[in-house]
């Protein structure tokens, strides 16, 4: 790891992240989409062209790292190694792109021994550059993250928080029952009685909101190491934890596909006891 100059990849993957950016603006509302797993599971011909702009030439400038995307993935086939690797969503926030709501971004991170070292997580939308590199801080453009920081009299508590989540492409069976469930608790008066909760409709975008401390946590079950592997360097950076979206997870793997993002600040370990215990059952992907 030592001689990877992490500068170097952070400075090429931003330049990507803009280009990634212009190709995805010039495709608003021109777009026809289609199905994958079923009709809430979405793509468009623009995911799999800005993956194809970025494996090209992430290979050409960097042919000894490998490369890991959401369009190529192959399941059972595909795995993440110890290798240096750089993970990618060409368009997280897929739906948000269909739509025209302006939170889809391009999420590129770079692993060594499967853990996050380089993140650059782009919304062209509204221009937000999110980077980081290991031991060097988190950035939203030229801002030190996080944004917020609460004042020291509010702690992270469950009680007080806002809390990110997703329905997800799965609409039937355990999983969705488990996410239901856990939020009907959480938001109860007599159970977690959190502030709110909200859905950005991507999961880089929900977490690098955890790493400004724009919202408390970020929960999430069934999605993807390329969805995560970015943000999770510029949460850590920040300052926050990543722990798993199941009881008891405290060192999640990349490809846990169950997570819980949550801010830094004290308070933290306890906070993520108490929400571990409103979880209903068990996510399993
Ligand atoms: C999805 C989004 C969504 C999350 C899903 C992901 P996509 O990614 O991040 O917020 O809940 O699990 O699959 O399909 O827009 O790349
Ligand atoms: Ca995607």
Redesign the pocket.
């Known amino acids: 790891m030592s001689d990877i100059d992490l500068v170097e990849v952070r400075d090429y993957l931003v330049l990507l992240a803009l280009e990634a950016g212009d190709l995805i603006t010039s495709k608003t509302g021109k777009t026809t989409y289609d199905d994958k797993a079923n009709a809430v599971d979405l793509v468009t011909e623009t995911d799999a062209a800005v993956e194809l702009l970025v494996s090209k030439k992430l290979k050409e400038r960097f042919p000894d790292f490998e490369f890991m995307g ?1 369009e190529s993935y192959v399941p059972g086939v595909t795995k993440l190694t110890d290798k240096p690797t750089f993970v990618v ?1 060409p ?5 948000n792109f269909i739509h025209s709501f302006p939170f889809s971004c391009t999420s590129l991170g770079f692993t060594i021994n499967r853990k996050p070292v380089v993140g650059v997580v782009y919304n062209p939308f509204l221009k937000l550059m999110y980077t980081a590199i290991k031991g060097y801080g988190a950035f939203l453009n030229d801002q030190h993250l996080p944004l917020r920081t609460p004042p020291a009299d509010v702690s992270l508590t469950l009680q007080t928080a806002l809390i990110a989540v ?1 329905w ?2 799965q609409r039937s069976g355990t999983n969705y029952k488990v996410k239901t469930d856990t939020f009907h608790k959480l938001a109860a008066a007599d159970g977690g009685f959190i502030h709110g909760f909200r859905s950005l ?3 880089a975008m ?1 977490t690098c909101a955890v790493a400004a401390g724009q919202v408390d946590a970020y929960w ?1 079950g ?2 993807y190491a390329w ?1 995560v592997a970015a943000a999770w360097i510029i949460l850590e950076e920040a300052g926050g934890r990543m722990v798993g979206g199941n009881p008891g997870i405290w060192e999640p793997a990349v490809d846990e596909r169950v997570y819980l993002a949550v801010r830094g600040g004290e308070g933290a370990e306890k906070f993520i006891s108490d929400f571990w215990d409103n979880i209903v059952g068990k996510l399993e992907y």
């Open positions: 959401e969503d368009i997280d926030g897929t739906t997703e997800g492409t409709g991507s999961a929900n999430e069934g999605c969805d």
